[in-house]
C-alpha cells in the first residue's frame, strides 16, 4: 500500500508532503482567486488566470489590490480586525490518482479554513463548514476519476463583522489526504488514556474505531505496539474481532508500561502507538499516534497536580495569528511561537478563543507546554452580527466533537473550556446551554477539567459556574476571597488577567491552593483589537493606523516587551532590566479612555537615547527579582533599593539624563549576580542579520526567522532608528513575511522592505522545496550591506 501511495503522489499534478504511510500533505500546487467566480465549482472551469498558491493561505494578510498595504481605514473589520479585509475567495487543486488505488477509499481534511466554506469534488459539493477553527474532513471515494484529472474546488467567505480579533481568510492551516483500504481505522479513531499512572507502572488504555467499508465481512486483528521515545517496544497486545460488512467496531485494549517516563512541562517525553489492522491475514492499515503518560488533578487544598506534584499555571492567553504571516500555521510559526513563550517563562496557554492548529498543540506536547483548549467565543447569543451565533444551534456539537475527537491524545491538553464571556451568564436558559455542553464534553472524554472564562463574576453566575470542573474568572482577583469562603470546594484561576496588575494577579495564585494559576490577556501580540493596550476603549475608526492590540507580553515579531521582562522578576530568580519613561507619552493618548480600560503596561522602552533632553529628570524603572538593585549612570552610583515582594519587585529612581551607559546591578545579600545595561547609541552604521535557524528543512514548509538590526560603530542598537531596509533573496526561498511591531504601521508585510522600528525589523524565509544555500541580503542607504546564508537540507 506504501509504495502505490508513493506512486500516486508522484503522479499527481502538486508534490505533497508525508505525514505517515497513509496520510499525505495536500497542501502544494493550489490555485486561488480573491472574489467571486460564477462556475470556479466546475471542473472544466477555466483558472490558469489565477494565482498559483501553497497552503497554508491567508489573504486578508496580503497587500489589497493596487496598494501596497493589507490595512484600509474603511475595511469592514474595522478596529476589530485590525482594518484588515475579508471578503470571498476561491481555491482550486487538481490532481491524479492512478487505477491502481481503485477500491481504496480517499478522504481529505481541512485542518482549519476560515470561514463559511463549501467543497466541490469534480463539480459534486461534498463538504460545508462555517466555523473558521475547526477542522473537518470528507470521504471523496466516490467521486474520484481514477488515473484522471481530479479537481478539488473551495470557496470561502470571510464577509460581515464576525469577529473581535484579526481571523485571516482562507486555507489558512494544512489540508490532508488519506487513502486506507476499506478496513481502516476511523477519522480520529484511536483515543488513549492513562487513567493509572505512577513511577513504577501505567495503565495505558486505548479505544480504537474500525470501519469495515467493504462488502464482505473481515475477520479483523488489531495490533496495538507502544514505543518509547528512543525507539524501543515497551508493551504489546492484540485483538481480534469480527466486523460485518458496512460496520464499525470500538476495540478496548489495555497494557502496562514499566517505569514510565512521565510527560510534564520539564520533561515532555513522547510515547508512540503504532496500529496495525490485519484484514482476513493481511496488513490493511497502519497509523501512528504520540501519546505522554501523565496524571492530572485539581483540589481547593492542594491545587493543580501534574503527575501528583503541585503546579502553579503560568499562563497566557493567545490568539490564532502568526504576526507577519497573518493567521497561515506553517508548523515552524507555531513552534517559535510555544518556544518563545517557553524561553519567557510560561507553562500554560489558553487557546483563545477557539481551537488551535494542531500544529501549535504538536509544538505544545514536545516543548511541554500545558494547553486551555476552548470551543467558542459565542453560543446562541451574538456578539457581532455574523459571528458563530448564526450557526451555534446547527453546529455546535459537531464542532464540539472536531475539537474533542481531534485533540484529547495530546497530554498537553488539560482542560476544554466552553467558552469565553458568554453573555447572560446569570439566565437560567443560558445555564441550561452551558451544561449541555459540558455533558456533552464529558461524554467524549472524562480524563480533562472542563472549564469556561466568565467575566462579571458574582453570586448570580454560581449556577453557570456549577456546570464547569474549575472556575474561569476574567479579571476577578477580588472574588478569591469571598468566593472562597461561600464555596470553600471551588478551583479558580484567573482566565484572563491584567498586565498592569500581574503582581496582584501572581501573588493571588501564590496565596492561594484554590488559585492554580494566572492567565494574562495576552501573552503574545496579535494583530486586531487594534490598540487595546493604548487608546483602550470605546474603539472608533479614528483609532486607525493602528491594527495591532499591543498588550502581549511579546510582540508580533517574538521580541519581549518590558510587561515581560517584569514577569520575569515574578517567575524566575536573578533578574533585572531597566527601562525609562520617555519625557513624552510613546504614542498620543486617548483622552476619552474609560475607566475600566487597563491592557496596557507603563509607558517604558528600553532606550537611553533622549537627546535635547540633558539634565531633565527621566523616570527609570527596574525590574528585579535579586534582593536589591544598585543603579550606575557612566559608573558612577545613584543608590540602591530593595527589589522584594513588598515593593513589587521594582525599583523607581529618577535620573537627570546624561548619554553614556546606564546599568542595574543585581545583588544577593553583598553578592552582584546579574546585570543590565542600556546605552547611548550614535547614528547606525551597519546591519547585523541573525537567523533564529541557519539550517532549515528543503520541504515547501520551514522557516527561518532573521533578526535585522541597526547598528552604531560600536554595535549599539539604535532605538531611535527607522531606516527602510530592502531586501533580496538567492537560492531555494522566498520572503512570506516581514515585521517591526509597530501597531500603528500600515507597510506591508510581503513586499521585500520594512522600515526599522526600535532599530530593527523581522525577516522570515521559506524554503521553496529545494536542496542548497539561502541566501538573504540587506541593505538600506547610508549603511554598509550585510547578508545571512541558511542551508536548506
Request: include cysteine; charged fraction near 20%.
Amino acid at each position: 500500500m506504501r509504495l502505490i501511495l508513493i506512486i500516486c503522489l508522484l503522479l499527481a499534478a502538486a508534490a505533497v508532503q508525508a505525514q505517515d504511510s497513509r496520510t499525505q500533505l495536500f497542501d502544494t500546487g493550489w490555485r486561488f482567486h480573491r472574489g467571486g467566480a460564477m462556475g470556479a465549482d466546475e471542473p472544466d472551469f477555466n483558472d490558469s488566470a489565477w494565482r498559483a498558491v501553497d497552503l497554508p493561505h491567508d489573504w486578508s494578510i496580503e497587500d489589497l489590490p493596487g496598494t501596497q498595504s493589507p490595512f484600509n481605514r474603511d475595511a469592514v473589520s474595522q478596529v476589530s480586525g485590525g482594518f484588515t479585509t475579508g471578503g470571498t475567495g476561491w481555491y482550486r487543486k487538481t490532481f491524479t490518482i492512478p487505477a491502481s488505488l481503485q477500491g481504496k477509499h480517499i478522504v481529505f481534511q481541512f485542518d482549519g479554513v476560515y470561514m463559511n466554506v463549501e467543497v466541490w469534488l469534480n463539480g459534486k459539493r461534498l463538504a460545508k463548514h462555517p466555523y473558521g477553527y475547526t477542522s473537518f474532513w470528507f470521504d471523496g471515494t466516490a467521486r474520484i476519476k481514477w488515473n484522471e484529472k481530479n479537481v478539488l474546488a473551495v470557496k470561502v467567505r470571510n464577509e460581515g463583522e464576525n469577529s473581535r480579533w484579526y481571523a485571516g481568510s482562507g486555507i489558512y492551516r494544512h489540508v490532508w489526504l488519506t487513502v486506507t483500504d476499506p478496513v481502516h481505522v476511523g477519522q480520529w479513531g484511536t483515543y488513549i488514556t492513562t487513567p493509572q499512572v505512577s513511577n513504577a507502572s501505567a495503565r495505558v488504555c486505548i479505544n480504537t474505531t474500525i470501519l469495515n467499508e467493504s462488502s464482505n465481512a473481515a475477520a479483523v486483528k488489531l495490533l496495538t505496539r507502544l514505543v518509547n521515545a528512543a525507539g524501543k517496544e515497551v508493551a504489546v497486545t492484540d485483538t481480534t474481532q469480527n466486523i460485518a460488512a458496512k460496520d464499525t467496531v470500538t476495540c478496548r485494549q489495555q497494557l502496562t508500561v514499566t517505569h514510565p517516563e512521565l510527560w510534564s512541562v520539564n520533561t515532555p517525553v513522547l510515547y508512540t502507538a503504532v496500529t496495525e489492522v490485519y484484514s482476513n491475514g493481511r496488513l490493511a492499515d497502519w497509523l501512528q499516534t504520540p501519546f505522554g503518560i501523565r496524571s492530572i488533578t485539581a483540589d481547593a487544598v492542594n491545587g493543580f497536580r501534574l503527575n501528583g506534584q503541585p503546579l502553579k499555571l503560568k499562563g497566557g492567553c493567545v490568539h490564532h495569528d502568526n504576526g507577519p504571516l497573518g493567521a497561515k500555521a506553517y508548523d515552524r510559526a507555531e513552534e517559535r511561537k510555544v518556544a518563545l513563550l517557553k524561553a519567557s517563562g510560561f507553562n500554560a496557554v489558553r487557546c483563545a478563543h477557539n481551537p488551535p492548529s494542531p500544529a501549535f498543540l504538536d509544538a505544545c506536547d514536545r516543548l511541554g507546554m500545558l494547553v486551555i483548549d476552548e470551543a467558542f467565543d459565542a453560543w446562541a447569543q451574538g456578539k457581532n452580527p455574523d459571528d458563530y451565533h448564526l450557526y451555534f444551534n446547527d453546529w455546535w456539537q459537531r464542532d464540539v466533537e472536531s475539537m474533542v475527537y481531534r485533540d484529547r491524545n495530546h497530554p498537553s491538553v488539560i482542560m476544554w473550556s466552553t467558552g469565553n464571556e458568554i453573555p447572560n451568564r446569570d439566565k437560567p436558559e443560558v445555564v441550561k446551554v452551558a451544561k449541555m455542553l459540558s455533558d456533552y464534553i464529558r461524554t467524549l472524554d472524562t480524563t480533562r477539567f472542563i472549564t469556561c472564562g466568565v467575566n462579571g463574576v458574582t453570586p448570580d453566575k454560581d449556577p453557570f459556574l456549577a456546570t464547569l470542573d474549575i472556575a474561569g474568572y476574567n479579571y476577578a482577583r477580588d472574588k478569591y476571597e469571598t468566593d472562597h469562603q461561600r464555596l470553600p470546594n471551588r478551583v479558580m484561576f484567573a482566565t484572563e488577567s491584567l498586565p498592569l496588575e500581574a503582581f496582584d494577579y501572581w501573588m493571588g495564585v501564590k496565596d492561594h491552593p484554590w488559585v492554580i494559576g494566572d492567565f494574562v490577556w495576552t501573552a503574545f501580540d496579535y494583530i486586531g483589537e487594534a490598540s487595546i493596550g493604548w487608546l483602550g476603549y470605546w474603539q472608533r475608526q479614528q483609532f486607525y493606523p493602528w491594527n495591532l492590540a499591543y498588550c502581549g507580553d511579546i510582540d508580533i515579531c517574538g521580541w519581549k516587551r518590558p510587561q515581560s521582562y517584569y514577569r520575569d522578576a515574578l517567575w524566575k530568580s536573578n533578574q533585572v532590566s531597566v527601562f525609562v519613561k520617555p519625557p513624552q507619552p510613546f504614542f498620543p493618548v486617548n483622552p476619552q479612555k474609560v475607566s475600566w480600560s487597563h491592557w496596557e503596561w507603563h509607558d517604558v522602552t528600553a532606550s537611553w537615547n533622549w537627546e535635547g533632553h540633558e539634565q531633565q529628570p527621566l523616570q527609570v524603572e527596574v525590574y528585579s527579582s535579586c534582593e536589591k538593585v544598585e543603579l550606575f549612570l557612566n559608573g558612577r552610583s545613584l543608590g540602591k533599593q530593595t527589589t522584594d515582594r513588598a515593593h513589587k519587585y521594582t525599583a523607581t529612581f529618577q535620573v537627570p539624563y546624561q548619554p553614556g551607559k546606564l546599568e542595574a546591578v543585581g545583588y544577593n545579600g553583598n553578592k552582584k549576580v546579574t546585570t543590565a545595561v542600556l546605552r547611548t547609541a550614535a547614528a547606525p552604521d551597519h546591519m547585523q542579520l541573525t537567523a533564529d535557524r541557519t539550517s532549515i528543512h528543503a520541504a515547501n514548509q520551514d522557516l527561518s526567522y532573521v533578526t535585522v538590526e541597526l547598528l552604531d560603530a560600536n554595535g549599539v542598537r539604535n532605538p531611535t532608528a527607522e531606516n527602510e531596509v530592502q531586501f533580496s533573496v538567492e537560492g531555494p526561498g522566498a520572503i512570506v513575511g516581514v515585521g517591526n511591531a509597530n501597531p500603528v504601521s500600515t507597510e506591508s508585510c510581503q513586499l521585500p522592505r520594512r522600515k526599522a522600528w526600535q532599530g530593527r525589523c523581522l525577516v522570515i524565509i521559506k524554503a521553496t522545496g529545494s536542496k542548497g544555500n539561502i541566501v538573504l541580503k540587506a541593505k538600506a542607504a547610508g549603511l554598509r550591506g550585510e547578508q545571512v546564508t541558511i542551508a536548506a537540507q
